[in-house]
C-alpha cells in the first residue's frame, strides 16, 4: 500500500515537499517513482529511482528543480519540488514496481502499485 502525501497550493516559485509511505513490502528492494497528471491530460512520467537509491531518472521538464530520493529505513521516498509554475499542476501519483531490483524505467506501465495522488496546485 502506498500513501501520498504533502501537496496543496503554492504560489509560483514556490516549494513543496510530497511523500510517500509504503507498507506490505519489502520497500528496499523495489524501483519507485513519481508520476503526475494534469486535466485533459495523460499521467506522466516526473521521476524516478532505484531501489537503492543511487540511480535517479528526470522528465526534462523538472530536471534541476524537483529531487527525488528515499528513505528504506523509514518505508519513505520523497519529491522535493521547487521553483514551482503553473505548468506543475496536477495530481501526484506515487508508484512502485512490483519486481524487486533492476533498473528504473519511466513507462507507467512498468509500475504495479500506485498511491492515491496527491494534489499540487501552483496559483500564479
Known amino acids: 500500500q502506498l500513501q501520498a502525501s504533502g501537496g496543496g497550493l503554492v504560489q509560483a516559485g514556490g516549494s513543496l515537499r510530497l511523500s510517500c509511505a509504503a507498507s506490505g513490502r519489502t520497500f528496499s528492494s523495489f524501483n519507485m517513482g513519481w508520476f503526475r497528471q494534469a486535466p485533459g491530460k495523460e499521467r506522466e512520467f516526473v521521476a524516478v529511482?532505484?531501489?537503492?537509491?543511487?540511480?535517479?531518472r528526470y522528465a526534462d521538464s523538472v530536471k534541476g528543480r524537483f529531487t527525488i530520493s528515499r528513505d528504506n529505513a523509514k518505508n519513505t521516498m520523497y519529491l522535493r519540488m521547487t521553483s514551482l509554475n503553473a505548468d506543475d499542476t496536477a495530481v501526484y501519483y506515487c508508484?512502485?514496481?512490483?519486481?524487486?531490483?533492476?533498473?528504473?524505467?519511466?513507462?507507467?506501465?512498468?509500475?504495479?502499485?500506485w498511491g492515491q495522488g496527491t494534489q499540487v496546485t501552483v496559483s500564479s
Open positions: 529511482i532505484g531501489w537503492a537509491g543511487d540511480r535517479t
Open positions: 508508484a512502485m514496481r512490483r519486481v524487486p531490483y533492476g533498473v528504473p524505467g519511466i513507462r507507467n506501465a512498468e509500475y504495479d502499485y
